[in-house]
């Protein structure tokens, strides 16, 4: 059983950086694919980046490459998402997820597979 907390979202103004963070509960934090993803009002949760468990690879949904960046620290059983050059159509919850596997991650934990942190707001102004 893995537990997922998010923080660090909030109000900025467009041009401007958040730094998300989720911390995980669970010895095998470090076997987790990460990812993250967001919702928006009226819209599907949408797939924003992830991360395998050892780092070595990650991904990104186009509307963010060059402006975001996913990391982690399994020592701190902790993931981020780094979030620079901010606009106003990134405002959303944003979501933390887990699973053994990097593909179910990416497919946004389909059939119930993985676990869901509860969602962290981030409003961009104009």
């Known amino acids: 059983q893995v537990q997922l907390v998010e923080s660090g979202g909030g109000l900025v103004q467009a041009g401007g950086s958040l730094r998300l963070s989720c911390a995980a509960s669970g010895r095998t934090f470090s076997s987790y694919a990460l990812g993250w993803f967001r919702q928006a009002p009226g819209e599907e949760r949408a797939f924003v980046a992830a991360i395998h468990w050892n780092g070595g690879s990650t991904y990104y949904a186009d509307s963010v490459k060059g402006r975001f960046t996913i990391s982690r620290d399994n020592a701190r059983n902790t993931v981020y998402l780094q979030m620079n050059s901010l606009k106003p159509e990134d405002t959303a919850v944003y979501y933390c997820?887990?699973?053994?596997?990097?593909?179910?991650?990416?497919?946004?934990?389909?059939?119930?597979?993985?676990?869901w942190g509860q969602g962290t707001q981030v409003t961009v102004s104009s």
């Open positions: 997820a887990a699973d053994y596997s990097a593909r179910t991650v990416l497919d946004g934990l389909p059939n119930d597979a993985g676990y």
